[in-house]
């Protein structure tokens, strides 16, 4: 039997999310079939996170055991044969016996991608979000700042999380912009449920004075009311996951 790490892209748009469910198109389901198809084997595949319905990957890491012993080369072909366009295996790779690719993750890198301003794009709706208000880019990185580090990120996160840990480390947060296209790069050890789009939505209404420096404070302090919005699930990117050596 061989444990392989398969290295996943693709767009969210028309998933149900990673998770399969009964009924729903998911890319954890859209894979498993896809290999039952080719191989006969029903196996269950190990995303490095759940990402929601909408949410796409760059780079999203899965994992599973597979007795068939057909060459790596070509099972990725005729995977790529077998399953819909919108999601493609960028790689497959035999790791150790012992690898997880939810357990054996240390660093996660999400993007998050937004129309700040104008008239919203149509054709690329369904891959970046759009904030309707002119934005300040000195603050929004000055706030982001503040965000960095080891934190209890109770205030980032969705009221029905089940999770009763809250401290993640964020090692970097970045925002390039191009025209009203904004990029926010989170970096981190681990996220909680709607953490990503939640920082966004902060960091954005700093930027368009809807929130202080105070109130970003606040919402380290654990006060959901004191952070942004959700930003929509459309413009989150899972972009990589690192493993130990």
């Not at 369904?126 to 934190?151: I, S």
């Not at 964020?170 to 449920?193: A, M, P, Q």
């Amino acid at each position: 039997m061989r444990n392989l790490k398969v290295v996943l892209r693709y767009n969210g748009a028309h998933f149900y999310g990673w998770q399969k469910q009964k009924n729903l198109r998911t890319v954890q389901g859209d894979l498993e079939d896809a290999i039952f198809a080719i191989t006969g084997e029903k196996v269950e595949v190990f995303g490095s996170g759940r990402t929601d319905k909408g949410v796409h990957a760059l780079g999203q890491v899965a994992s599973f055991n597979l007795n068939t012993n057909i060459p790596l080369k070509n099972l990725k072909i005729a995977l790529n044969d077998r399953l819909e366009k919108d999601v493609r295996v960028m790689n497959i790779l035999l790791a150790k016996e012992d690898f997880h690719a939810r357990f054996s993750a240390k660093v996660k890198t999400y993007e998050y991608v937004v129309q700040v301003g104008g008239i919203s794009d149509a054709i690329k709706s369904e891959l970046m979000a759009y904030f309707p208000y002119d934005v300040d880019l000195d603050k929004m990185q000055k706030a982001a700042k503040m965000l960095v580090g080891k934190h209890k990120f109770k205030g980032f996160c969705a009221a029905d999380t089940q999770v009763t840990s809250f401290e993640r480390e964020i090692f970097d947060i970045s925002i390039k912009k191009s025209g009203r296209i904004y990029k926010f790069s989170v970096t981190g050890n681990g996220f909680l449920y709607n953490m990503v789009r939640i920082i966004v939505g902060t960091l954005l209404d700093v930027g368009r004075g809807a929130l202080s420096f105070d109130d970003v404070k606040k919402a380290l302090s654990g006060e959901r009311k004191h952070a942004g919005q959700t930003m929509p699930a459309c413009g989150l990117y899972l972009k990589s996951v690192k493993y130990s050596a």
